[in-house]
């Protein structure tokens, strides 16, 4: 099997060509009229009101959303970490039992559809590419003298702030990517649902339920998209133009914040409308070739003792402290009401991260779900959450090491630069190195800017085209216009808001994280309970709903 479309072009005994079959065929419900008005206009309208609130009255809505932060923080940091703990156990629960050998993404005779290198270059991609380089230098500049529970590096502080980067972005943030894309893929490629939150969720509630509930998950999922992806564009664009400005002379304006975005969005409609077979793999696959350049050329011309050295060390922190970093809410943080979520170490860090992967997880998940049909769960599992472990924290090893180097040979020039503009970090970094070297690594990180946040955006897109549109197959047009759509709300609040509105937007979305959480929970206990459920009908049944032949019906078949 090479394609979810993929048409049987065997012709029936009276020689009449048979009709084709889309794989894996529907059993879900269609929406009812009233219910798909409201997903298709509501979140446009939700979000033209958010936008022209905090247009209108910034200092009043981020007000708000600082006191929603506050609570979250103060409230709720037990529940993200419990929820991260789960991730992982049912991620284990997947790699090591009979379960997770026996299922396979598409029935037992799907073929993947990519490569290794292109589908672990995809996901890496939509996932935390452009997360990377943002905080691959910004979170161990900044964490370098302020870093609980990591005690075992003794003198050498600087290894702390990596420590807690390999954890903050590696395997247990892809842990909980992965387990929202296992049960979109278990439910859209074994069962024939659509490639939605709601049909992963839905059949665990009541039935009395189920319409409004369907309709309520899939707003959030589409909000939490269209906003993520929104404000991702607008603080791209600053970073892609602080990379611009770094070796070309050009000073940072809105001007060219519009030239950027109207420049990654028609690169990213491009790939949108050519596919994820042409346009999404092409940019994948360039992002790794440029990724594995940069971190090769600074590990080669920048300090390689000193980063061979802190590697080692930190990787061995992280391993002695993963437990305990795992477990860890602050307790004592909550015998006081915090004034703030400022005052919360976890507030900066932990509870914000885990709220971004989680307002993150509907486009990033969907996609990946998508692309990763022919895979047992063992090897969806591992692929997700191992392999791309290793590269983050390889990638920050590297580039974080050499950054502390950098940082104590200039007086803390990168801990100064960082300070003042997270974006900047990278390229200040970059620019401390030999002259020739770090001049070229700041263009090809420029241009990693770029592809990582347009792949990104791909990724978003498909995504939402599948909550928006489903069961119906959206068009490419449909998805240039998505692309086009997002570059809208991007260009309105950056050009009249700034970074300040953007921001304030994005802590918004990521607060909606909180009770988005709630959804997932259940959407993972569905399909935890659908597994333990399959027997020999569900089997049948999944063969049927990946097989082509159309003279094979598809049976009444109630799971």
Not at 46 to 75: H, K, Y
Not at 94 to 103: A, E, M, N, Q, Y
Not at 290 to 319: D, R, W
């Amino acid at each position: 099997m090479t394609s979810k479309k993929t048409e049987y072009d065997k012709s029936v005994s009276a020689g009449t060509p048979s009709d084709p079959v889309t794989i894996p065929r529907f059993t879900g419900r269609d929406l009812p009229p009233i219910s798909r008005l409201l997903i298709q206009f509501l979140p446009p309208l939700a979000i033209i009101f958010l936008v022209v609130s905090v247009l209108v009255n910034p200092d009043g809505v981020a007000s708000v959303i600082s006191t929603l932060r506050t609570f979250v923080t103060g409230q709720f940091t037990w529940l993200f970490v419990l929820y991260s703990l789960f991730a992982v156990a049912v991620c284990a629960w997947l790699i090591f039992s009979r379960v997770g050998s026996r299922v396979r993404l598409g029935g037992p005779n799907a073929k993947p559809e990519y490569s290794n290198f292109a589908w672990y270059s995809m996901l890496f991609a939509c996932g935390q590419g452009i997360g990377l380089i943002f905080w691959s230098v910004a979170e161990p500049i900044m964490l370098r003298e302020e870093s609980p529970v990591v005690q075992t590096l003794g003198t050498n502080l600087a290894g702390n702030g990596l420590v807690w980067s390999y954890f903050h972005w590696g395997f247990t943030a892809w842990a909980m990517y992965c387990v929202v894309a296992v049960c979109l893929a278990y439910s859209h490629h074994n069962l024939g649902k659509t490639l939605t939150f709601r049909e992963a969720t839905v059949d665990l509630l009541p039935e009395w339920s189920r319409g409004g509930a369907g309709v309520v998950i899939e707003l959030l999922a589409i909000m939490a998209t269209i906003l993520g992806l929104s404000t991702s564009f607008g603080f791209a664009a600053m970073q892609f133009t602080s990379g611009l400005t770094s070796f070309t002379g050009l000073t940072s304006s809105p001007a060219l914040w519009l030239i950027v975005i109207a420049g990654f969005g028609s690169v990213a409609a491009i790939s949108a409308f050519c596919g994820i077979n042409k346009g999404m793999r092409i940019l994948s696959e360039t992002n790794s070739v440029l990724s594995i350049v940069l971190v090769v050329a600074v590990f080669v011309f920048g300090p390689t003792l000193f980063i061979v050295s802190n590697v080692t060390e930190s990787f061995g922190a992280y391993a002695a402290n993963f437990v305990a970093m795992s477990f860890w809410t602050d307790a004592p943080s909550t015998t006081t009401t915090l004034a703030s979520w400022k005052d919360s170490w976890n507030g900066w860090w932990t509870v914000f991260i885990w709220c971004w992967v989680i307002a993150f997880s509907p486009f990033v998940a969907g996609f990946i779900a998508r692309i990763s049909r022919g895979r047992t769960l063992r090897e969806f599992v591992s692929g997700v959450t191992i392999v791309p472990s290793l590269i983050v924290m390889i990638w920050i090893g590297v580039i974080g090491s050499a950054a502390i180097y950098y940082d104590d040979l200039g007086g803390r020039a990168i801990s100064a630069a960082v300070g003042s503009d997270v974006s900047s970090g990278l390229f200040v970094m970059l620019d401390a190195m030999p002259s020739i070297v770090g001049s070229l690594l700041m263009v090809v990180a420029t241009v990693l800017v770029a592809t990582y946040y347009v792949t990104s955006l791909d990724a978003g897109t498909y995504a939402l085209a599948d909550f928006v549109s489903a069961p119906k197959q959206s068009g490419p047009w449909f998805r240039v216009i998505l692309v086009f759509s997002i570059a809208s709300v991007t260009t309105v609040l950056l050009t009249l808001g700034g970074s300040a509105v953007v921001d304030t937007v994005q802590t918004g979305t990521i607060i909606g994280g909180a009770p988005f959480s709630i959804v997932i929970l259940l959407m993972i206990v569905n399909t935890i309970r659908r597994l333990l459920k399959r027997d020999s009908v569900i089997r049948e049944l999944e063969k049927i709903i990946n097989n082509p032949d159309p003279t094979v019906k598809l049976k009444d078949v109630q799971n």
